[in-house]
């Protein structure tokens, strides 16, 4: 246990060896279907783009340690709306596209699930998210519903679709934030990107000008060696696990990476989110990850039992994602293999 603790006391960085065969660039950007991105090569935490090393200050902001102070468990939310996508990007983290929408019997769940929690980054993601107004339409009645709020909004989109009637559902979304610090939506306008956007959005200064919400990606340095990128052979980086953040797929499944294809997204999920009990039972074990990460808290003072859930949840994804064949960042595999038995319990 002693060990275990030092991958979050030194915020996610090990002290392990790093020579196992697993992983390559760190700190790169991938796909915009995954929930995390940005100009300058970004690393994913909470579904915020992010430069290298750097931690960005909507995650540590007054609402964050307040709500820790309070003893409010507060993490990222990525929602995968849809699987369907009007693009073919080379570099798509998610893979091979499917025909699948998150039904409604989801959306009404995650609506009343995430009324019941604090969120700190709310991401949408797909696929193409703006592909699916009904299903954005929907999501919004169950947010609002159940009196939903989170601190900042993030959507990664191809910008396509960015007709008025989306900017309404942008509206509708930007009106549950409670902190929003930088661009809500950005748009993947990068060299795997290919497709035409509507005005004003083609005009990046005038598009910021009417819509201050609006950011735009520029080149990608890498992108994540999974789904469609596992094929790229040059400037590819491995998959993480998240530490403050957790993602709903589109089939009500929970899993603690975005960095995930489909596939892999079905195959290693960790809970589903129609388990009332698991699933806040995961936000705590995340929060607690968070929590040490973030602030530096010491497990001991804080919740010993929450502690070693989160640690067991973590060996949980690993092991499911090395079992799967996921290629796996050394941090993450490292510490696996120096605190976790075979089948993924606390050694
Ligand atoms: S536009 Fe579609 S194919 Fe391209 S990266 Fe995004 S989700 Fe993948």
């Known amino acids: 246990m002693r060990e275990a603790l030092s ?4 915020a996610g960085v090990l002290q392990v060896p790093v020579d196992l065969p697993v992983g390559n660039a760190e700190g790169a950007t991938e796909g915009h279907g995954s929930g995390a991105a940005g100009e300058e090569a970004p690393a994913v935490f909470g579904g915020v783009p992010q430069a290298d090393g750097e931690v960005p200050s909507r995650l540590c902001s007054e609402e964050d340690e307040e709500a820790e ?5 507060m993490i990222g ?11 073919a990007c080379p570099h798509c983290v998610r893979g091979e596209k499917q025909a699948f929408d998150m039904p409604d019997a989801v959306i009404d ?3 009343r699930r995430l009324g019941e929690i604090e969120i700190s980054t709310f991401t949408i993601t797909g696929g193409e998210p703006f592909l699916k107004l009904d299903r954005l339409n929907r999501l919004c009645d169950s947010l609002e519903a159940n009196g939903v709020t989170f601190e900042d909004l993030w959507i990664a989109t191809n910008g396509v679709y960015l007709k008025p009637d989306r900017i309404k559902v942008i509206e509708r979304l930007l009106a549950m934030a409670t902190n929003q610090l930088g661009p809500a939506v950005e748009i993947s306008n990068d060299q795997y990107h290919v497709g035409h956007l509507p005005a004003p959005f083609n005009d990046p200064e005038l598009a910021r000008a009417l819509y201050p919400w609006v950011g735009y990606r ?19 980086r491995s998959v993480e696990i998240a530490d403050d953040y957790i993602y709903i797929t589109a089939k009500g499944d929970i899993s603690l ?11 290693c999920a960790v809970s589903t989110i129609f388990d009332r009990d698991a699933f806040l039972a995961i936000v705590r074990a995340v929060d607690v990850m968070a929590d040490v990460a973030d602030y530096g808290i010491d497990p001991e003072d804080d919740d010993a039992m929450s502690m070693e ?6 060996c949980e994804q690993i092991a499911a994602l090395l079992n799967a064949g996921v290629r796996l960042n050394d941090s993450d595999s ?6 976790c038995d075979v089948d993924g319990l606390l050694i």
Do not use: P, Y
């Not at 990476?257 to 195959?267: G, M, R, T, V």
């Open 77 to 87: 939310v990525v929602i995968e709306i849809t699987r369907r996508c009007n693009m």
């Open 257 to 267: 990476s975005c960095d995930l294809s489909f596939e892999h997204l079905d195959q």
């Open 334 to 339: 490292s510490w696996f293999f120096n605190n």
């Open 218 to 236: 520029g080149e990608m340095k890498s992108v994540i060696g999974e789904g469609r990128g596992e094929a790229l052979t040059e400037g590819t």
């Open 7 to 10: 991958w979050v006391q030194e």
């Open 109 to 111: 769940v995650v609506g």
């Open 69 to 73: 102070e309070a003893g409010e468990a």
């Open 309 to 314: 859930a989160a640690l067991e949840l973590r």
